[in-house]
């Protein structure tokens, strides 16, 4: 299975690197309003890495800030926009895999996922979280805000399925704070962005692992 999902999202977003941005245009205040909810404690000496980061939309709105950015990716493709894009002296990218960073425990003073966790298998998810987790003690998850009631649920499964990767309905199946849950990952800010398209859940850990 990870060959193909690694195959298949390398593909995927091949396709989608040169019109992504156009695409991703709406997000982009969510991008400030994430970025604001970032302690400004320490801002120049505060670490964030923003995973499955794309052609690195999140990752600058948090370096106009002042903080110290990395962006990992698995696509090149998305990568090489990020980095032609970059006017940054404070943010790099590299390729790497979510499920395995290249970091040390507990390198960043945050870790934020935006519009990741959809375009994964659900175990991966799992892989992610856990690595999120070992590299940072604070945790942002940015991703659709699924409606709870079925028509409007429908409506947002069957317009988003039209444009998304092939693992978003099984993450629309889901719920998000379970999975956080499963994590051991408390939810200690939520906002929402395009009217409530868009979840932001800020999260601390609680304990050491993963339950069960
Ligand atoms: C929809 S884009 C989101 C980009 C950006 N975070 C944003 O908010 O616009 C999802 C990105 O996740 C990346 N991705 C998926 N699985 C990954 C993994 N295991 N490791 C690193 N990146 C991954 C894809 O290559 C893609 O660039």
């Not at 000496?45 to 948090?62: E, M, N, P």
């Not at 998810?125 to 940015?142: A, F, G, N, P, T």
Request: aromatic content about 14%; charged content about 30%; proline content about 2%.
């Amino acid at each position: 299975m990870d060959e193909k999902y690694y195959q298949y999202t390398r593909g995927f977003f091949w396709k989608w690197a040169s019109f992504y941005n156009f695409i991703a245009l709406p997000l982009i205040g969510i991008r400030n309003k994430v970025a604001d909810l970032v302690d400004e404690e320490y801002k120049d000496k505060t670490k964030i890495l923003d995973v499955c980061t794309g052609t690195g939309t999140q990752a600058f709105a948090f370096a106009k800030k002042g903080y110290e950015v990395v962006g990992i990716d698995l696509s090149e493709e998305m990568l090489q926009v990020a980095k032609k894009k970059s006017k940054y002296g404070n943010v790099r990218f590299v390729m790497a895999d979510a499920t395995k960073m290249p970091f040390e425990n507990d390198y960043f003073d945050c870790a934020c996922i935006s519009f990741g966790l959809h375009e994964m298998p659900h175990e991966v998810r799992h892989q992610v979280l856990d690595e999120m987790r070992r590299v940072s003690e604070k945790i942002i998850v940015v991703d659709y805000n699924i409606p709870k009631n079925r028509l409007h649920r429908w409506l947002h499964v069957s317009f988003a399925s039209l444009y998304e990767s092939k693992y978003y309905r099984d993450f629309a199946k889901r719920d998000l704070e379970e999975l956080l849950r499963e994590h051991d990952l408390k939810v200690v800010t939520e906002a929402y962005g395009l009217i409530d398209f868009v979840k932001i859940l800020v999260c601390e850990r609680e304990s050491a692992g993963r339950k069960g």
